[in-house]
């Protein structure tokens, strides 16, 4: 068990308090704002940092922008501690610390991949890291012990921890998450600038593509000028490759290729966080009255033949009280599903 | 009750004729295929076109590269029927009965927004269009009997009819369907030329900006070239965007304005076909076993308290057999639906 100081009493911080008190850890709070700390505390994520307090670990959960101020303040008080961050970038964290005097060496940056679209101590949850992947990038000045440390911590909070380097880290999430953000947001942002008619023609596909348009801005314009070397490298292959469309296009040219690609990306990309890649569930396609039970009729009779969910996706219908449900399972278990729903009055479609 | 001539035995020809049928038409059927035609014979959707046959309307539902040539030997061989299409585009099929004697002033174009990603006369359903928005462009020759001669046919499969220009059509499909496919496929591209251990850290995100990356390279090769012009345009609009953003990232400049600007198109997009702006919807996370009947649980637990679910999101946990369900529900209901699934034990994360 160690003494933990968590500074920044925010979804992060706090939901990590109540975590590492599940797990028996002792843990001290500071945030500037005294009653995010009191709200914590009420939450039960721990106690107002004491005077004695002598922490083995400090967990910096505080924006980008105060990170710097943070670490050299509570680097000079705790000489020995070994300090880590939950942030979503992670060179520039390094780079601050390296800035301070005697934390480098001290120093594991940390991702929990478990971001919310909520924010602040009441959203807090001890189960936020449970089956997370859970991102350290130590360098090579941090001596092993340390990182077992951070690493311990990271799994009583019931993550599964992967190590990288701060620029293999920032590298990945420009392409697998940042890039995505800028794409979502600028479709989306052509969308705000168009005639109501034309917006009325939009289908599954545009909302699907554009639902992370709705994080919070504030958020993003943080992470997206933090990591904007990355991001400009992988926004320039977008880029390169949507002006070979264009250039397709108005020259009357087949753009079956990037189609062809296409596919063959979509199919890469692992369909559990952190887990191998995809193999191509088999969707049903079932027409459902659009009411309270019908949903629960359906997932009823799947779970009769002991058949699992992958995924779900609801296609409302105009007008009337009625929604398409696209039920993706495993393939083989497909044909299964399909012959008992039948048999069961339900209007299969697929 | 008409004779209808459908030509195409494919996915969308073989479901008119079944939906037209069970509402009382005579249904003739043509294909080059004469073995689409005869599964689609069997499915119950028409018969194989007789020489007596005279029909008042005839559905063109073929390939766009096949239109011309079949438009032309039907307006010949039937010169006082009715002719529509089904294709995704519209100024072009226009453009090909323009170049043909006699059959401009009783074409009226036609674009059931029904799509399927399979294909094929096995793949039909009779209420494939059912609560569709079904857009009809004719021009200002075509008399009002043969305008709602293709209405009632429409109607009669149960879509809801909207009229519109056919420049109006492919300038609106360009925005909300076209662009989206052309982003999303040059984004899943990247992840095809990505390193595996990159892809590793995706997430929800990227798996719903690319799911319709997936979509046949063929038919979106036709739709995208056969509307060039159109989406051309909207693909300078994002390039420009896509443009000032790299501008501003490169400078160490906020891009808060563009995410806030994403926000506001986010928020435009109708939550169901054709229907109003969507309203915000609250979303509850919970924590369930991936395992069949948690679902089902979860459910009729919403149902019991009488509550619609408008969407669902299934993130999958690493390595466990547990997973995170989004729920959004009308934010009106959400703290009921809370309540009631933290009294019945469920692990509401939010």
Redesign the interface.
């Known amino acids: 068990m160690m003494q933990v100081l968590i500074v920044g009493s925010g979804l992060l911080g706090t939901s990590l308090g109540l975590a590492l008190r599940q797990a028996g850890h002792e843990v001290w709070l500071a945030d500037r704002l005294s009653e995010h700390v009191e709200l914590a505390r009420k939450l039960g994520a721990g106690q107002p940092v004491a005077a004695s307090a002598e922490p083995q670990v400090v967990i910096v959960a505080v924006p980008p922008s105060q990170f710097r101020k943070v670490v050299d303040e509570y680097g000079r008080r705790y000489v020995n501690a070994t300090f880590t961050d939950v942030s979503s970038i992670k060179t520039q964290p390094l780079a601050d610390v390296e800035s301070i005097q005697g934390v480098h060496g001290r120093f594991v940056g940390g991702h929990p991949?478990a971001g919310?679209?909520?924010s602040g101590p009441a959203?807090a949850?001890a189960?936020?890291f449970?089956?997370?992947?859970w991102?350290l990038t130590p360098t090579e000045e941090v001596p092993e012990a340390r990182l077992e440390e951070v690493r311990g911590l990271a799994e009583d909070c019931g993550s599964?921890v992967?190590i990288m380097t701060p620029e293999?880290?920032d590298?990945?999430?420009a392409?697998?998450?940042h890039?995505?953000?800028?794409?979502?947001?600028?479709?989306?942002?052509?969308?705000?600038?168009?005639p109501?008619?034309?917006?009325?023609?939009?289908?599954?596909?545009?909302?699907?593509?554009?639902?992370?348009?709705?994080?919070s801005?504030?958020l993003?314009?943080d992470i997206?000028?933090a990591n904007?070397d990355e991001?400009?490298v992988?926004?320039?292959?977008?880029?390169a490759?949507?002006?070979a469309?264009?250039s397709a296009?108005?020259a009357?040219?087949?753009?079956?290729e990037?189609?062809?690609?296409?596919?063959?990306?979509?199919?890469?990309?692992?369909?559990?966080?952190?887990?191998p890649?995809r193999t191509e569930d088999a969707?049903l396609s079932v027409?459902v009255d659009?009411?309270?039970?019908a949903?629960?009729r359906?997932?009823?009779a799947?779970?009769d033949?002991?058949?699992?969910?992958?995924?779900?996706?609801?296609?409302?219908?105009?007008?009337?009280e009625?929604a398409v449900v696209d039920l993706s399972v495993r393939a083989e278990v497909a044909p299964v599903l399909r012959e008992l729903l039948i048999a069961g009055g339900w209007?299969v479609?697929?």
Not at 179 to 194: C, E, K, N, Y
């Open positions: 991949m919310r679209e909520t959203g949850r189960d936020l449970v089956d997370r992947l991102i599964v992967r293999a880290h590298r990945a999430v392409l697998t998450s890039t995505p953000q800028v794409v979502a947001s600028v479709m989306a942002g052509l969308i705000a600038r168009a109501v008619d034309d917006i009325q023609l939009s289908g599954q596909g545009l909302r699907d593509l554009t639902r992370i348009a709705g994080s801005p504030e993003w314009d997206l000028t904007a991001v400009d992988v926004l320039a292959a977008f880029e490759q949507l002006s469309v264009r296009l108005r009357g040219a087949s753009v079956r990037m189609l062809h690609v296409g596919n063959a990306g979509r199919a890469r990309i692992p369909a559990k966080h952190g887990g890649a969707v027409s659009d009411r309270p039970g949903l629960a359906l997932f009823a799947a779970a033949a002991n058949i699992s969910i992958e995924d779900v996706r609801i296609d409302h219908m105009l007008g009337r009625n209007k479609r697929s």
